[in-house]
């Protein structure tokens, strides 16, 4: 975990760049109504607002100052009140405000491999980086339903491969993970073992035995149920080749006969790396 954390830090050094303002978009779930804000930032992050009838819940809100402004904003034309502020997988732009998190994710956000990652970020980015949260974490069991907004929100652990954030089934109609399946190659730092596929196929399956009709994710947006389909059929094929190829190259070649032209090619090699370390 600690190497691909560090990985995903040298990653996004390189590519960072001035950042465009983030985007909205909004899904009516019937019983609540899911704002998705689009970042932009050079994490690819994702936040959202859920939206009850009296008050609103927001989840992994901005890191990057120019998007905590936009968020904030946003909200605030809402003209609802925030009753949660949800922090599962990023430490974003909460200020003072007190959140929630999945049992033991504040602990892990302090420690060596998640701390040591928020220090890279603020040397990578300087000033651009909103100020670290100063509000109380108090901690949500796995396996627990909670109710705000009038909205359910159950907590379930993510993928087993994945650092101790939490895959939360909201309303009923949206499924949230760490990742948002998508229909393009994997990248290495979600896959980063052999073990990571079994785990991310039965996440992804666990998602669709929920009932959800959106898929969400810390990283990427919105999709729907075929995106979830894809996803296990393009892991399964992965597995195949994994154990049918013995070289990272034979892997490579493989993965882009089964799927020519699918977005994210140029990652495959370092994808075949980490599985074949």
Same mark, same amino acid.
């Given at each position: 975990?600690?190497?691909?954390?560090?990985?995903?830090?040298?990653?996004?050094?390189?590519?960072?760049?001035? &950042?465009?303002?983030?985007?909205?978009?909004?899904?009516?779930?019937?019983?609540?109504?899911?704002?998705?804000?689009?970042?932009?930032?050079?994490?690819?992050?994702?936040?959202?607002?859920?939206?009850?009838?009296?008050?609103?819940?927001?989840?992994? &809100?901005?890191?990057?100052?120019?998007?905590?402004?936009?968020?904030?904003?946003?909200?605030?034309?809402?003209?609802?009140?925030?009753?949660? @502020?949800?922090?599962?997988?990023?430490?974003?732009?909460?200020?003072?405000?007190?959140?929630?998190?999945?049992?033991?994710?504040?602990?892990?956000?302090?420690?060596?491999?998640?701390?040591?990652?928020?220090?890279?970020?603020?040397?990578?980015?300087?000033?651009?980086?909103?100020?670290?949260?100063?509000?109380?974490?108090?901690?949500?069991?796995?396996?627990?339903?909670?109710?705000?907004?009038?909205?359910?929100?159950?907590? @379930?652990?993510?993928?087993?491969?994945?650092?101790?954030?939490?895959?939360?089934?909201?309303?009923?109609?949206?499924?949230?993970?760490?990742?948002?399946?998508?229909?393009?190659?994997?990248?290495?730092? &979600?896959?980063?073992?052999?073990?990571?596929?079994?785990?991310?196929?039965?996440?992804?399956?666990?998602?669709?035995?929920?009932?959800?009709?959106?898929?969400?994710?810390?990283?990427?947006?919105?999709? @729907? @149920?075929?995106?979830?389909?894809?996803?296990?059929?393009?892991?399964?094929?992965?597995?195949?080749?994994?154990?049918?190829?013995?070289?990272?190259?034979?892997?490579?070649?493989?993965?882009?006969?089964?799927?020519?032209?699918?977005?994210?090619?140029?990652?495959?090699?370092?994808?075949?790396?980490?599985?074949?370390?």
């Amino acid at each position: 975990m600690k190497k691909v954390l560090f990985i995903l830090f040298n990653l996004l050094t390189v590519t960072a760049m001035a &950042q465009t303002k983030g985007r909205f978009e909004v899904h009516d779930l019937g019983n609540c109504k899911l704002h998705v804000y689009y970042t932009n930032d050079a994490l690819g992050d994702a936040s959202y607002i859920i939206e009850g009838k009296d008050a609103l819940v927001a989840m992994e &809100q901005p890191l990057f100052k120019d998007n905590v402004a936009e968020f904030d904003t946003y909200l605030s034309n809402l003209k609802k009140p925030v009753e949660k @502020r949800i922090t599962d997988y990023h430490v974003g732009g909460t200020g003072n405000h007190d959140v929630v998190m999945a049992e033991g994710m504040p602990e892990f956000t302090k420690g060596e491999v998640y701390g040591g990652m928020m220090q890279g970020f603020a040397q990578a980015f300087g000033d651009a980086l909103t100020d670290m949260p100063t509000g109380k974490a108090s901690e949500v069991a796995f396996g627990t339903t909670q109710t705000w907004a009038g909205i359910t929100f159950e907590f @379930r652990p993510g993928a087993s491969s994945d650092f101790p954030g939490a895959s939360i089934l909201i309303g009923g109609k949206a499924y949230y993970t760490h990742w948002t399946p998508a229909k393009a190659h994997a990248s290495h730092l &979600q896959i980063s073992s052999p073990a990571a596929i079994d785990a991310e196929i039965a996440e992804a399956e666990n998602s669709l035995a929920s009932g959800a009709e959106l898929f969400i994710g810390g990283h990427g947006g919105a999709a @729907r @149920r075929d995106a979830v389909e894809f996803k296990i059929a393009y892991l399964k094929k992965m597995k195949e080749l994994l154990a049918k190829n013995g070289t990272v190259q034979d892997f490579v070649d493989g993965m882009k006969k089964a799927y020519p032209g699918l977005p994210g090619e140029a990652g495959l090699a370092d994808l075949g790396k980490a599985l074949y370390k």
